[in-house]
């Protein structure tokens, strides 16, 4: 991909609308990802992962994440797996914070009268309330989460919220952090930058051609 070129058109396109993801996009959770997946595999009597194999093979649907881990669910449910993954994030979640730069972000879109939404796998009542836990609920016009604990797919309210969006496609730019984020983007019928210091590696991202930042800070030069 001609890199300079890729950002030059996304730079001259004016947005009007940011659909943000939130876990590993404007939520620095990942190294927390990592220490839970890591306390369930002892807990299994499983190997370990590094941080590195973490983003190389998280995925969506998390169950094939799981798998990819070395879970067997003939022995342990992934339901079972994804209530305890989900109680210890619950527990640790505040230890957490936002990406640096990603509150200065979501302020400059709002001087700039560009609206903005959150979609997220996270279940809809923790994402709501974890919004107004770091106090940026203010900024987005639209919290949109799942309605389980299990992280499958957000596709269907992706297109959902694509229906309450009246800009054109060149106007709205959907800003994630895996390929799941692209494909949501791609049914939505908008455009999409991945972030790599998320929950996917920058090769991972890459491999579909997606425009790919290594830092959220970079958004500037698009809105």
């Known amino acids: 991909m001609n890199w300079p070129t890729e950002l030059e058109k996304y730079m001259n396109r004016k947005i009007k609308y940011l659909i943000w993801d939130w876990n590993g996009t404007l939520f620095n959770d990942v190294q927390l990802g990592v220490d839970i997946i890591n306390n369930l ?48 994030y619950e527990k640790r979640k505040y230890e957490m914070n936002l990406f640096e730069g990603a ?44 309605d389980n604990i299990y ?11 694509r229906k309450t969006i009246t800009f054109d ?7 994630g952090d895996t390929l799941h984020d692209a494909d949501v983007a791609n049914a939505m019928d908008v455009n999409c930058v991945l972030i790599s210091n998320g929950h996917q590696s920058a090769e991972k991202l890459k491999a579909n051609g997606n425009l790919v930042l290594s830092d959220i800070r970079e958004l500037k030069n698009f809105i």
């Open 41 to 88: 595999l002892k807990i299994n009597n499983l190997p370990q992962i590094t941080y590195n194999t973490y983003r190389d093979i998280f995925t969506f649907p998390v169950s094939d994440y799981y798998k990819k881990a070395g879970f067997d669910f003939s022995k342990t449910s992934f339901e079972v797996l994804g209530k305890s993954f989900m109680e210890q």
């Open 103 to 146: 509150r200065d972000i979501l302020e400059l879109a709002r001087s700039k009268d560009i609206k903005q939404s959150v979609l997220s796998a996270y279940k809809h009542d923790t994402l709501v309330e974890i919004l107004n836990h770091y106090r940026i609920s203010e900024y987005f016009e639209s919290i949109n989460g799942l």
């Open 151 to 161: 992280a499958g797919s957000k596709e269907h309210l992706g297109i959902e919220l």
């Open 169 to 175: 496609k060149d106007e709205i730019l959907f800003v």
